[in-house]
């Protein structure tokens, strides 16, 4: 599924607290044919809204889920069993973001946890590179926004809500 594709789609999140869990599961529909037909198919809105409550309950055993998503949850719930995730923190401006785009390279997304002020705040998911930018599926809008990776790199993101990355959720092996 292309960037354009997604955006028309609208994939919103249910509420204040679900941008983890819904990036989640639009990454599950990006990388599972099976996974996607459930969204593509009759009740599919349904299907969305009711998934994205059962990956915030699976992924937040122990955390609150008014804290939204830890980065450890979000590498769960984004594995599958022929690829499994991992997180990283962002490591500044001296961050070539190789592995992050060596998987979208792989088509794999890549999670991005972002915030501001020291905060992390809001999960986006990263689903293209093309030419400077990233594709940055944004789940409180249900759009698609170019990104500069330069502004990822020197933390100035615009059009996410915040801008500042703080961790990477991406493929174990991605370099």
């Known amino acids: 599924m292309r960037p354009a594709q997604l ?6 999140q249910r509420d204040g ?20 037909a ?9 299907w969305f809204s009711a998934e994205q409550h059962r990956v915030h309950d699976e992924i937040n055993r122990l955390w609150p889920r008014r804290l939204g998503a830890t980065p450890a949850g ?10 499994p995730y991992r997180w990283r923190p962002f490591r500044g401006t001296d961050d070539g973001l190789a592995d992050v785009l060596g998987a979208l390279t792989a088509d794999r997304p890549v999670a991005m946890l972002v ?5 992390p705040r809001h999960w986006v998911l990263i ?8 594709q940055c599926y944004e789940p409180s809008s249900g759009m698609v926004v170019p990104v ?10 615009t059009g996410l809500g915040f801008p ?6 991406l493929p174990r092996g991605s370099r």
């Open 148 to 157: 500069e990776i330069a502004a990822v790199r020197e933390a100035r993101l």
């Open 115 to 119: 915030g501001g002020h020291g905060i």
């Open 7 to 12: 955006a028309a789609l609208g994939l919103r």
């Open 164 to 169: 500042r990355p703080f961790a990477f959720v």
């Open 38 to 46: 459930r969204l593509l198919g009759p009740g599919g809105r349904e």
């Open 74 to 83: 979000m590498a769960r719930a984004l594995s599958r069993p022929d690829v």
């Open 127 to 134: 689903v293209a590179a093309a030419g400077n930018a990233l």
């Open 17 to 36: 607290v679900t941008c983890g869990p819904t990036v989640a599961v639009v990454a599950g529909v990006l990388m599972d044919p099976a996974y996607r």
